[in-house]
């Protein structure tokens, strides 16, 4: 887990703490914007190379 992830998820307890519902709400949709595309980029490689293997396998798929 990034660094800035960390620093953004301990920001985000701070804020739904202390502050109002409004900006807490657009808070939480950034953080789940930086999770979502944080997870979406590290998972892609593993998909990618395991889409190469099966994509080998499978005469009949065409790939060019």
Do not use: C, H, K
Request: charged fraction near 10%; charge should be negative.
């Amino acid at each position: 887990m990034s660094i800035l992830l960390i620093a953004f998820l301990f920001a985000y307890a701070v804020l739904v703490y202390m502050s109002t519902a409004g900006l807490a709400l657009v808070f939480q949709l950034a953080v789940a914007v930086i999770t979502s595309s944080t997870v979406a980029l590290s998972v892609a490689p593993y998909i990618s190379r395991n889409f190469r293997e099966i994509r080998e396998d499978i005469p009949w798929f065409a790939w060019e």
